[in-house]
């Protein structure tokens, strides 16, 4: 089939929230959203809807006695049976031409577009985003759907090889099966919508099985699917726990493939989990992974200071720390390592926390009581493993809330230096040279994502050829990739280098199969 004809990729445009109109409008929706607040979501499986009375209730961080929704969970049985009815689609959805498949992919960005100030709400409500967090993250959530239509189009079809004499020769990509997939609660819209939509652009059916910290936009997200002409059995939303449902998901003989994003241990267990085979199973599973990262800032000794401090705010800072591309290292030059601590703590102690419906806050709360615990905990050792900058001003009440929290002097084998903390807290370290300093920014098990604040090109160099991270970027945050332009993932421990956003990542959600044909 002929692919069709679109236009260039070009990134979303975000929503300028100083222009009054556009704050009014935001506000507006905010409001329609909250009244929308405490509903109950039943689950769904090959078209009938589901209730089981066994609740999950998700809260808003922010304000805790405000509950966002009432999911009913899946059981075990239901998880098996959503495998089995996801299976028994894929013959039918995996034929439907991927024109087709491509056109509803294109409508759901569309939509997408126009409810644009809702979904930024939800994520507000429920993620605790602020409003340029959420604005940033539905535009993303929009770039990943308007890319993978454009790959697949490019994907569909015979794609072109070595025409031996007296044949003709192609190469075709298939949809793999039923695919099981697991976003993170940090990205609840667009890392889950990027995940289920190059699963279904593809041809594959999806399982998708949200964080229980923010199934209401995922609830969203379905009726976007759904609206935008997906059929009923070609995905299916399971809400539910993930040592309840998820490893029956993974394990199931007829999942074909595993799409993960989260922690470190949780993707070990699912690999572990997809490599054993199970009895009636005709496959090796693939599994698709990005679990995390423990990622720095290098600031070199002619860095301009001042661009290097902010680089490094919003990367610890943005989303409370939250992104598994906050960078949790700064890394300084020695020669310039006091004045760069002066003005860091500084800009963090001026940062304002609050709820994040309110415009004026730059940071928000933390995603649950758990992460709060945990993150004030890690806050406790790096206390006796540095010496505390920034974090001991009051919070809030009602919510999550941990103030941006900085620790000077750490140790390379410090817990907070070498662990995934995730939140808002930084770990300053003192480097004697710039050779000291790539040694320390790749002295983990990790290797998301980097930066380098440097004026020298022959550091740049170095960096580029050493510094052993699947995203790195020079003179700005480590955090923010965006779609198309920079391909997401990372290595050793932070996943399987799938790049998402890349023009490879729909590869991983389909096979090859060569056709020769003999002439005459």
């Known amino acids: 089939m002929a692919t069709a004809t679109l236009t260039e990729f070009r990134n979303e445009t975000y929503t300028d929230f100083s222009q009054p109109a556009n704050r009014q409008a ?8 909250r009244a929308e607040l405490g509903r109950e979501y039943r689950l769904r499986i090959g078209g009938e809807w589901i209730s089981t009375g066994d609740m999950l209730v998700s809260v808003n961080p922010s304000k805790t006695s405000e509950v966002v929704g009432k999911h009913h969970k899946a059981t075990p049985e239901l998880a098996k049976r959503a495998v089995e009815s996801a299976n028994s689609y894929f013959a039918q959805w995996s034929r439907t031409p991927g024109q087709e498949r491509v056109r509803m992919l294109l409508d759901a ?5 126009r409810r644009k100030l809702e979904f930024n709400a939800w994520m507000i409500f429920e993620a605790g ?4 967090e959420a604005e940033a993250e539905i535009a993303e959530t929009i770039d990943f759907c308007e890319y993978y239509a454009r790959e697949m189009n490019r994907l569909d079809g015979p794609q072109p090889v070595v025409q031996l004499p007296g044949e003709h020769d192609e190469m075709l990509y298939l949809p793999l099966g039923v695919g099981v997939v697991i976003p993170p609660w940090n990205f609840p819209l667009a890392i889950l919508a990027g995940m289920t939509v190059a699963s279904l652009v593809t041809g594959n059916t999806a399982i998708v099985k949200p964080s229980s910290e923010t199934p209401t936009i995922a609830a969203k997200f379905a009726e976007v699917l759904l609206e935008a002409g997906f059929p009923e059995g070609a995905f299916t939303l399971l809400t539910g726990s993930g ?16 799409s993960f994003t989260g922690s470190r241990d949780v993707g070990l267990r699912i690999n572990e989990l997809a490599a054993k085979h199970q009895a009636g199973q005709i496959w090796i599973k693939r599994v698709i992974a990005e679990m995390g990262g ?8 002619d860095a301009d200071v001042d661009k290097a401090v902010e680089g490094v705010l919003f990367s610890a800072f ?15 030059h020695e020669k310039i390592y006091d004045e760069f601590l002066q003005k860091l703590a500084a800009r963090a102690g001026a940062i304002k926390l609050g709820p994040s419906d309110d415009p004026q806050n730059y940071m ?67 480097a004697k040279d710039f050779e000291h300093a790539l040694s320390l920014a790749n002295d983990s098990v990790y290797g998301l994502t980097g930066a380098v604040f440097s004026q020298d090109p022959e550091h740049l160099r170095q960096a580029r050829e050493r510094f052993h991270v699947g995203n790195l970027y020079f003179n700005r945050k480590c955090t923010g990739a965006m779609v198309g332009a920079h391909p997401f993932g990372g290595f050793n421990m932070s996943g399987t280098d799938s790049k998402a956003g890349g023009p490879d990542y729909l590869l991983l959600f389909l096979q090859a199969k060569s056709v020769a044909a003999k002439i005459g």
């Open 318 to 332: 943005g989303y409370q720390g939250q992104k598994c591309s906050a960078c949790s290292r700064a890394i300084v």
């Open 129 to 132: 985003k602020t409003w340029i």
């Open 294 to 301: 423990k990622d720095a800032i290098i600031v070199d000794g």
């Open 26 to 33: 935001m506000q507006k929706a905010l409001e329609k959203v």
């Open 109 to 113: 960005a569309a939509i997408l577009r």
């Open 243 to 258: 040592s309840s449902v998820g490893d029956v998901l993974v394990q199931h003989p007829k999942t074909r493939f595993v």
């Open 364 to 430: 928000g709360p933390v995603i649950s009581e758990s992460a709060r615990k945990s993150i004030l905990g890690y806050i406790a050792a790096g206390k006796q493993e540095g010496r505390l900058v920034a974090g001991d001003s009051p919070t809030p009440e009602g919510g999550y809330y941990i103030p941006p929290t900085i620790i000077a002097d750490v140790d390379s084998k410090a817990r907070i230096f070498q662990e995934e903390i995730f939140g808002p807290v930084l770990a300053v370290t003192r």
